[in-house]
DNA sequence: TATTGACAAAGAATGTACGATCTGAAAACT
DNA sequence: AGTTTTCAGATCGTACATTCTTTGTCAATA
């Protein structure tokens, strides 16, 4: 049923409270995962973590845990925690499973969206073209409600957590990269002609538009990664 | 309530070693909870969890933390563990991504396989001919070496990783029900079309094939889990 | 002399115990 | 009756013990 959102949502607001509170320490951990602070493979020692991080072994020990069940972390049996790299083939395998997946919760809400959808699809939408990418956090947030206002009423909800958390992961990494023009172009039409396409009530034409769009996404920010390496 | 866990499983396959280490009492956990041994919502507390496993409240702890990544349990600060319901919509969201994701898997195998690939698989389908559902553990083998062979080569780790995650929940969840006798030759006939597909080297047709092997393998669960309530 | 093997010691992960802190709800009070 | 207080129960953090892995040294042999 409604499972809402019991799942975390790192995304929106967070720092300001930051310090040694420990309430983000997994947070941090997978930060420095994501964004390639730690080697690929690198071994993750608790004692090490734990006095980096001004706590004891134990709230490192669970934050691991949650890592591995996350799959971001690899544990074997008296031999700790590793980090498991993301890399290009990471992301890549990632957006591969999202142009799989969005199509097919777009085609969904083509069939049950209504005229106040539309409406505030274009309101958002509008307010993304006037932001024109002035404001990193601004223009996620409203990438964010653009999405989710299709995907958040959909019955599946596993589904739906999975690109929630597939977003999160790549948006940690593409943050901080400076989005292309031509990206950003692309960005904009490629909205815009998801917008159509649900007004058309053509569902197929709008999963072939979000998956254009998931791919594009993918592309750019694999670019950016290589980009990064020099 | 009582014995959740304590019923020993007679033909569990695990390697001698395992045992009761650390790592079984997070699959203790997660059994209880994927099979319903735990009620929806209930409240997991750590101390008597300890207790009830034998060992001390730390590994219980961790073993929580996993199963949270996972989305096995949800965990509110201060206010500990809750088994995360594992119904009918959760076979129904997981097998509809099953439908999207493995038919990508078979398509690219098709491109790839090779005559030794298709004389193992025709020689592991002779095998489950052969079983005929005699044995529970020996046919879900043998299932399990016919769709590892097509996906184990593949480049998408993330995508199989996910793929062998969902297939351990259904399995869990379907061992110990009967598999009705329309359904066993469903199997059947849909591992001989996947074959054919990929002799004939009909990508389309082996992902339309495995598309239909995934939803009725999903419907049949489903059934039999509807038919449990009474 | 160089290589290999055993063995001991350091390092790190896992398990146990206990104290601190928070939550939830019943009991006491105005 | 509504509000406050109190207290048991549970989670979270710290410290320590145990067990396993890894490393480094030294001796024996070719």
Request: proline share 3%.
């Amino acid at each position: 049923m409604n499972t809402i959102s019991t799942i975390r949502q790192p995304g929106s607001e967070h720092d300001v409270l930051t310090e040694d509170t420990g309430s983000s320490i997994y947070e941090r951990l997978r930060d420095d995962i994501i964004h390639g602070r730690v080697k690929a493979n690198e071994r993750l020692k608790v004692a090490e973590l734990a006095s980096r991080m001004g706590t004891s072994t134990n709230p490192v020990r669970e934050a691991l845990q949650q890592l591995r069940g996350e799959g971001f972390v690899i544990m074997t049996p008296n031999r700790g925690a590793r980090v498991r790299p993301i890399d290009e083939e990471f992301v890549r395998d990632i957006c591969e499973i999202e142009v799989l997946i969005e199509p097919a919760l777009t085609r969904w809400f083509v069939g049950i969206a209504t005229k106040a959808d539309v409406d505030e699809l274009e309101r958002i939408q509008a307010e993304i073209e006037a932001l024109n990418f002035a404001d990193e956090m601004k223009h996620s947030n409203l990438d964010l409600q653009f999405h989710r206002l299709m995907y958040d009423r959909h019955y599946n909800r596993h589904a739906v957590d999975l690109w929630v958390r597939h977003r999160q992961i790549l948006w940690a990494i593409s943050r901080g990269f400076p989005t292309s023009l031509s990206r950003q172009s692309n960005v904009l039409e490629e909205h815009c002609e998801l917008i159509a396409c649900i007004k058309a009530q053509d569902p197929e034409g709008a999963a072939r538009a979000i998956g254009r769009h998931v791919e594009g996404s993918g592309r750019h920010i694999i670019e950016r990664m290589r980009a990064r390496r020099f």
